[in-house]
């Protein structure tokens, strides 16, 4: 499920733009430190809390090492032999296949205009911007902000549950785990007819492609966060209000990240300039 990877890499970027905005706190050591532990900035901001923190921290632990030994060598790889012009269409590409998914949960949601906005960008970069390799939509002010099915949930009243680190995948939640399955029947690609490993080299070059794009923003979440683990968790309960409210959640549950996720929208800008 390309797009799925596509915006979970882009959340670790999210998080760790943040961390430079946060600073760095004083404290623990990372085996040890909690989110109440570490200062506010790693507080538990919907009171679910963290129950399954040690299963968690141990798939943490696991999606790092395939990062360190398998991503980061593949993406460096990458971008050794790619201008960076070509990474942002590769990009555009995978972004664009995504598109029917937020067209369906803004409708879920009564966004009409959202709904009409989205479904004018898929025309218009499917057609004009040559299958999405090129964001022509953003250039004429069709501009779009990430919309999945978890947070359609939320916006029903669904709270979001325990939150949950998912191999592979990275930061989720027991709602949110349910974008995954809506999010492959909307993608575009997963009903077009090809081979096995045509398909696995598309998701494979999707995800390469991300972790090329977000290299240093992770270099800057390891360096900036005392625990990586606990700023991740929080920065993403943080982003995932703020999204199901639109950037503006309700009186007294302040996000001090709201703003900063705001200004990224659905396509954060890369922070190593690609």
Same mark, same amino acid.
């Given at each position: 499920m390309p797009t799925t990877i596509n915006g979970l890499w882009r959340l670790i970027g999210i998080t760790a733009m943040a961390a430079m905005l946060g600073g760095c706190a004083t404290s623990t050591t990372p085996e040890t430190t909690t989110a109440s532990e570490a200062g506010p900035q790693f507080a538990d901001d919907d009171g679910s809390g963290d129950p399954l923190e040690g299963m968690n921290r141990r798939i943490f632990a696991f999606n790092e090492g395939v990062d360190e030994y398998a991503l980061a060598p593949a993406a460096n790889a990458w971008i050794a032999v790619t201008p960076a012009q070509l990474r942002r269409n590769v990009g555009n590409f995978f972004d664009n296949a995504g598109a029917p998914g937020q067209v369906l949960n803004n409708l879920l949601q009564a966004k009409g205009q959202a709904?009409?906005?989205?479904?004018?960008?898929?025309?218009?970069?499917?057609?004009?911007?040559?299958?999405?390799?090129?964001?022509?939509?953003?250039?004429?002010?069709?501009?779009?902000?990430?919309?999945?099915?978890?947070?359609?949930?939320?916006?029903?009243?669904?709270?979001?549950?325990?939150? +949950?680190?998912?191999? +592979?995948?990275?930061?989720?939640?027991?709602?949110?785990?349910?974008?995954?399955?809506?999010?492959?029947?909307?993608?575009? +690609?997963?009903? +077009?007819?090809?081979?096995?490993?045509?398909?696995?080299?598309?998701?494979?070059?999707?995800?390469?492609?991300?972790?090329?794009?977000?290299?240093?923003?992770?270099?800057?979440?390891?360096?900036?966060?005392?625990?990586?683990?606990?700023?991740?968790?929080?920065?993403?309960?943080?982003?995932?209000?703020?999204?199901?409210?639109?950037?503006?959640?309700?009186?007294?549950?302040?996000?001090?990240?709201?703003?900063?996720?705001?200004?990224?929208?659905?396509?954060?800008?890369?922070?190593?300039?690609?």
């Open positions: 709904a009409a906005t989205d479904a004018a960008r898929f025309f218009v970069n499917t057609t004009i911007g040559l299958a999405g390799l090129f964001d022509v939509a953003s250039g004429v002010g069709l501009e779009t902000r990430p919309e999945d099915f978890g947070q359609t949930l939320g916006v029903w009243g669904l709270d979001s549950g325990p939150y +949950l680190m998912l191999p +592979l995948l990275g930061p989720s939640s027991t709602r949110d785990v349910s974008r995954y399955p809506v999010d492959w029947y909307t993608d575009v +690609l997963t009903y +077009l007819s090809l081979e096995t490993a045509t398909r696995a080299g598309l998701t494979g070059l999707n995800i390469v492609n991300t972790r090329a794009q977000l290299g240093r923003a992770i270099s800057i979440r390891n360096e900036a966060a005392l625990d990586p683990y606990a700023f991740t968790r929080s920065s993403y309960q943080q982003q995932r209000r703020s999204q199901v409210y639109d950037g503006e959640p309700p009186a007294g549950e302040d996000d001090p990240y709201g703003d900063f996720f705001d200004q990224q929208g659905s396509k954060p800008s890369p922070p190593n300039g690609d």
